[in-house]
């Protein structure tokens, strides 16, 4: 398997194919929690999406949640439709790997989400997270809503100050609106449920992220 390092999304022009369908089915079911892997979500539920490098330690940080109904893990960002794990581990994808967390906003905020995903892993080191390196690992977060994209961009704007307080560069995480989300291969969600020593490479800077700073819908 072929594992890339490179520090450069692929254009669109340069990147692999991919394919019109999926390569691999997905579970049905959550291993954890028991709810659906997949929607349509009941209407009460919002979606969010994050990157915090391998996927595997992000995931399990969000399931563990409460309020968090569903979580699966995958691939976005990207140029590649429907890629497998050794495309993206290629570089040549341009996705990264990514959580899609969907809960329930009257149990669980968005912010709670967001200062688990800050606090979560490092935000200032590119394209990489610790010994992860290439641009499958860099941090992101993606919005679905108004009121994720004001809370999102205003945590940001307030937890970088907080950032360079502690010694850290500035923050690096690509933000945006959702791009299309790719299902990871089965045995890669809840990876760390069924292999509880398994390999989990995040590790946050220590750095507290201040919340509950700019919701414009509530």
Request: charged share 15%; net charge negative; aromatic share 12%.
């Amino acid at each position: 398997m072929l594992f890339s390092r490179t520090r450069e999304i692929v254009s669109a022009e340069q990147a692999l194919p991919g394919r019109q369908a999926p390569a691999f089915a997905v579970p049905a079911t959550h291993a954890v929690l028991g709810s659906p892997l997949q929607g349509p979500w009941p209407a009460n539920l919002e979606v969010a999406f994050f990157a915090m490098g391998c996927f595997w330690g992000a995931e399990r940080l969000f399931w563990q949640l409460p309020g968090v109904f569903s979580t699966a893990v995958g691939y976005t960002g990207g140029s590649t439709p429907n890629p497998t794990y050794e495309e993206t581990c290629t570089g040549r994808t341009g996705h990264t790997e990514a959580v899609q967390v969907v809960y329930d906003p009257a149990v669980v905020s968005y912010e709670t989400l967001l200062k688990t995903f800050w606090e979560g892993h490092n935000p200032t080191q590119g394209f990489r997270q610790g010994n992860d390196v290439g641009t499958q690992y860099r941090s992101a977060a993606y919005w679905t809503t108004a009121g994720q994209q004001a809370s999102l961009e205003a945590s940001r704007e307030a937890f970088g100050p907080v950032l360079a307080r502690g010694g850290y560069g500035p923050i690096t995480t690509e933000t945006g609106p959702a791009p299309t989300f790719f299902y990871a291969e089965g045995y890669h969600q809840q990876y760390l449920h069924k292999v509880p020593g398994g390999y989990c490479g995040l590790g946050g800077t220590g750095v507290s992220c201040p919340i509950g700073v700019g919701r414009t819908d509530t």
